[in-house]
């Protein structure tokens, strides 16, 4: 039996999207990716082929049915479809209308379970709440809902060379800015961590695109604050070993968070006009989520719809350094305590 799954991106929910591997399948996997986010996919050893779209170079809607015609070739018996846009919605037609009959299955974006939680804020009951992603794709290819996305497999010859000391990363920028924690809390932050524990090593991570994360970098520089720049240096490949070397990873709302907790890392995610309940928060009991519980949040599925008229993503502002902070180091002592003691240690 063959299958093919469509999930072209985007970088988190490409992510969590790979719970939908866990569940046992007797058969050859097919995998259709946008091509700048394949290296997430390619090697997957529970992935035979992966078929990589240029969207961004070639993804006008002749190229797509051209795509979708030596897709067809490949004669699936079944498609689970974890993206549900026009693109997809096409290959369906385009599927059900040529050849033979194709199982077709495709995953919900529970629309009202979101506007409704939008809505009512807290008054929405948490029975009705979205559905995490991840669960979702799982029970989608027969799952129980409780599998994780594994990337481990990406990790495996990522090593970096770091040194003994603790590494923590910091994610500080996320595609959407109106989910990120400001840049002077994330600077107030990490000062004041490297007085306390001058032993750990700080990675700051990000794109050279990033406005958050050079904003921050710029910042850390003029405080003389001794950190490794990580910005523009890795390739998502690379990002996966990086990730896996550390001892818990930073940041806002954002995929590289998804992507360290698939391979074993675990994470401090901060929230603000997004929720952790809102079906993308942290799966690893070791991660935690830091919010301020402001009432007028979640006001969006990607923080841009902030309708307050002063004090302008206040859910953000909220939550102190000292939070993070605590929440951090009560990561690092968990780890440590789970870490196995060598033979005669007390």
């Not at 993804?59 to 049915?65: I, K, V």
């Not at 948490?126 to 990790?155: D, I, M, Q, V």
């Not at 809390?185 to 700080?202: F, G, H, N, S």
């Not at 992507?259 to 994470?267: D, F, K, M, S």
């Amino acid at each position: 039996m063959k299958r093919l799954i469509f999930r072209l991106s985007s970088l988190g929910d490409l992510i969590l999207s790979q719970s939908v591997l866990e569940p046992p399948f007797v058969g050859e996997t097919h995998w259709v990716v946008a091509k700048e986010f394949e290296a997430l996919v390619v090697g997957n050893p529970k992935v035979a082929k992966v078929w990589a779209f240029d969207r961004r170079n070639n993804g006008g809607l002749g190229a797509w049915f051209r795509f979708l015609r030596e897709l067809r070739r490949q004669e699936f018996a079944e498609v689970l479809d974890l993206h549900s846009t026009l693109r997809t919605v096409l290959a369906r037609i385009y599927f059900r209308f040529t050849g033979a009959r194709t199982m077709w299955r495709t995953i919900s974006k529970e629309r009202v379970r979101r506007i409704g939680y939008e809505i009512l804020k807290r008054g929405w009951p948490p029975s009705w709440r979205p559905t995490h992603f991840s669960r979702k794709c799982a029970r989608l290819a027969g799952g129980y809902g409780n599998e994780r996305p594994n990337l481990r497999w990406l990790s495996v010859n990522g090593k970096t060379g770091k040194s003994g000391s603790v590494r923590i990363a910091v994610v500080p920028a996320s595609a959407w800015s109106g989910k990120e924690w400001p840049s002077a809390k994330y600077r107030e932050w990490i000062r004041a961590r490297r007085v306390t524990r001058p032993q750990e090593e700080l990675l700051l991570l990000g794109t050279n695109e990033d406005r958050a994360a050079v904003a921050l970098r710029k910042a850390l520089l003029q405080d003389g604050v001794p950190f490794v720049d990580g910005i523009g240096k890795f390739g998502l490949r690379e990002l996966a070993g990086v990730l896996a070397e550390c001892a818990v990873v930073v940041g806002s709302d954002t995929g590289l968070l998804h992507l360290a907790e698939a391979v074993g890392t675990p994470v401090v995610t901060i929230f603000g006009p997004t929720r952790s309940d809102f079906g993308f928060g942290p799966m690893d009991e070791r991660s935690a989520a830091v919010d301020a519980s402001l009432w007028c949040s979640p006001c969006s599925k990607d923080g841009s719809l902030c309708f307050r008229p002063i004090r302008r993503y206040e859910c953000l502002q909220r939550i102190e350094a000292k939070r993070v902070d605590s929440a951090v180091s009560a990561r690092l002592q968990k780890s440590a305590a789970e870490r196995p003691q060598p033979p005669g240690a007390p």
